[in-house]
């Protein structure tokens, strides 16, 4: 597999021969804890990937030069290049799944849906933050799948709710129209259910606008349609090139940006500056930090970024996605400190992350104390559920960065919960025998 990068105890190793030719990860020795990082620096996703897999390597660096590592415990990490391939993915997973991996971070809904049947069979967690599969907030379903802090059905209903307080209430929504643009993958698909169940209780008419992954830098067929059914708001679900080319289209059509609200993977620095000062208004969620302002970032810089330890550009820390890189970090290293403290063990295991995971307590007190104070909102998880339906805000473009455009915005949970949980029930019985849950709860 010539898509592995090893960089056991942070040190960075060329594998250009496979697996085999490469120098064992120290996570196999009792003293670390191996960390694979499932990466895309390569292809037309690239453009958000590298910023995700610079904050995701970088914190974890950092904390491997500052404080020792964990616990006392260094962390062997590896990358292997997804290119946001599902078969690259499962591909990179099987390749590193037998080193003691601690847990897998597809950055792919396509390849979360196909590692998660493979969890609990391998006892190896998948950390899906704010991605992946809905429905696997459900933790009695799914032990071993997390998408702590939002699934995309809780974006989707933020986006609704918002929409909704710009109209003067939800009732109001009532014989609009919303476009949705979105990757017709499974990321794309995903919140689909939802919004079709909120048009329905809301009254409004959904108009929807696929783009296929080979199309995403041409658009132009979709924006013309969209001139001509002038949506009353846009909603987009996109990635890599997908973003900045619908950014561009918008702006060539005229469309007014206030009304264009994107993910929080269609938040990117690079995505809004394709439009430049003409994509002023345009609006994306967010769950991390906006800026370079925080404690944990300027010990990024001091002890990688400036001891040469990383591909960082030094321009990029605090850019939305190396922001969520970094809060993707977060949690797995929280989540590893936690099942030591639950488990008396320095060296760990997937069985344990999964423990850690789901006793994972973020609070307000740990946020500052990482040098995070009010990088994201406080998280929690439950063994019954994975995600936490956690706020998030609206930021927005102002021509030449990103501001905060909102307060914290609760996801509509007496809406979404109970579609998770059905949901949940019907992925089990479609691949039926779904194991029942024997794992324990640490909570």
Known sequence: MKHIRQLALGTAVAVGIGLTGAMAPAAQAQDSNYVPLLTYRTGPYAGSGIHIANGMHDYLKMLNERDGGIGGVKLALEECETGYDAQKGVECYEATKGKGALVYNPYSTGITLQLIPKAGVDKIPVLSMGYGLSAAADGTTFPWIFNVPDTYWDGASVVIKYIGEQEGGLENLKGKKIGYIFLDAGYGREPIPLLEQLA?????????????????????SQWLNVRRDRPDYMVMWGWGAMNPTAIKEAVKIRYPMDKFIGVWWSAGDDDAAAGGQDAKGYKALNFSGVGREFGALDDIQKHVIDAGLSTTDPETIGGTLYNRGVLNSVIIAEGIRTAQELTGKKAITGEDMRLGLEALNLDEARLKELGLEG?????????????????????????????????????MTDVVRPLLEAAAKEYAEKNAPWPERTEPCPN
């Open 375 to 411: 990088f994201a909102h406080p998280m929690k998880v439950t063994c019954e559920d994975h995600a936490g339906g956690h706020p998030v805000f609206i930021q927005e473009w102002d021509g030449q960065e990103w501001q905060q455009a909102s307060g914290w915005i609760e996801p």
């Open 200 to 220: 329905e209780k809301y009254g409004f008419e959904l108009l929807q606008y696929p783009v296929p992954g080979a199309e995403m830098q041409n658009q132009s």
